[in-house]
């Protein structure tokens, strides 16, 4: 009797323990679930995960801050106020039989926004950037001249009136494309080309007699040019220099006078 009692005993404890490991491989398999499974609703549909999340999440934000830090695109990229100057063949000084291009420099003005801007990081050190915009320029004329519209080639007439304001004006759509080389202590230096279209002329006069005017035409100007680019900043603000190598009016319709702007920047 005592034989059969401890058998009994031995039986029961062993299916207690067999049903103990099979509650905890239940138990285990159902974590294993939970844990590694998911299913994930959004936006961009149903995602269904394997494996830990937290992993994923991090490698996601990564790869998206990586791809983040290589490509940008942005609104009002830049924005350029300088001093606008006519030069012929790199000289400031012109030459006494083009004394009506004779200019006030303090009152010409060149201003530049860029409202549409990509940038792409190849490295850390290296940008290029590609941006829209529109170019201002403003040359504030010395003399009492008026500069005609609708002609074949770029005609002044002198005027028996005072003139306390008189620029010849002209705005561009421009196209820029520069290079940026970063430093070590984040000083920038830039290069870039920058292909304008011209969108009008102006010229506009203020004078005792005859009040505010203003005559609108191309003034023989060229219909596209260029110019050449360069820069050096330092956490986004820069000095810059913009050189125009063509003429400012179209071949034949025109002296050879050209442009240059300089003055401070913000962005490229």
């Known amino acids: 009797m005592k034989r059969y009692l401890l058998l009994t005993t031995a039986v029961l404890a062993a299916g207690s323990l067999t049903a103990q490991e099979a509650d905890s491989l239940e ?7 939970v844990k590694t499974t998911r299913v994930e609703i959004s936006g961009d549909g149903i995602e269904l995960t394997f494996g830990e999340r937290d992993q994923d999440k991090n490698e996601d934000t990564d790869e998206k801050k990586k791809e983040k830090d290589v490509f940008d695109f942005g609104i009002l990229g830049g924005f350029d106020l300088g001093f606008n ?3 012929v063949n790199g ?6 039989e083009m004394e009506d291009f004779e200019q006030k420099l303090g009152n010409s003005t060149n201003v530049q926004i860029r409202f549409l801007n990509l940038k792409f990081r190849p490295a850390d050190f290296v940008e290029m950037n590609f941006a829209l915009g529109l170019d201002y320029n403003d040359w504030a004329l010395e003399n009492d001249v008026t500069l005609q519209p609708e002609q074949e080639y ?5 005027e028996p009136i005072h003139f306390t304001k008189n620029k010849f004006k002209a705005k561009y759509l421009t196209l820029p494309f520069n290079l940026q080389l970063v430093t070590f202590n984040k000083v920038t230096f830039t290069g870039g080309f ?3 279209f011209l969108l009008r002329g102006r010229m506009k006069q203020r004078s005792q007699e005859e009040g505010k005017t203003k005559v609108d035409d191309n003034f023989n100007l060229r219909e ?5 680019v360069g820069r050096v900043g330092y956490d986004g603000f820069s000095v810059f220099c913009r050189y125009y190598p063509k003429s400012i009016f179209a071949d034949g319709e025109g002296p050879e006078i050209q442009n240059i702007s300089f003055g401070i920047g913000w962005g490229f």
Not at 224 to 228: E, I, L, N, S, T
């Open 91 to 96: 000289d400031l000084n012109l030459a006494p």
């Open 154 to 158: 770029v005609t002044f007439t002198e």
């Open 224 to 228: 596209f040019r260029y110019a050449w």
């Open 194 to 196: 920058e292909p304008q």
């Open 27 to 33: 138990h285990q398999k159902d974590t294993v679930i």
């Open 85 to 87: 100057a006519f030069m």
